[in-house]
């Protein structure tokens, strides 16, 4: 579920949530993406195991598109785009 042409420096916005548990990880996505316009890309940081179902709900409940996800050293990568 890659987006070849999307690399971490071309994300318009991020958002660290490392150390948070739900629903913060998720609060502070909609607060970003509130900011942001149509098309945008957000990078999200979690550390919360449980993140991975969450932003998958998220994205089919607000039609912004989780365009990429991953996971290394016990972080979690979201990417989302802004409808």
Not at 3 to 25: F, M
Not at 38 to 47: F, H, R
Not at 56 to 69: E, H, K, M, P, V
């Amino acid at each position: 579920m890659t987006d070849l042409a999307l690399t971490p420096s071309s994300a318009d916005r991020e958002v660290d949530a490392r150390g948070l548990n739900c629903p913060l990880p998720i609060l502070r996505t909609k607060k970003a993406l509130n900011d942001m316009k149509s098309g945008q890309v957000l990078k999200v940081v979690a550390t919360d195991p449980a993140s991975q179902r969450d932003f998958q709900a998220f994205s089919r409940q607000t039609g912004n598109s989780l365009i990429d996800q991953s996971v290394a050293n016990g972080e979690f990568t979201f990417v989302l785009r802004r409808k």
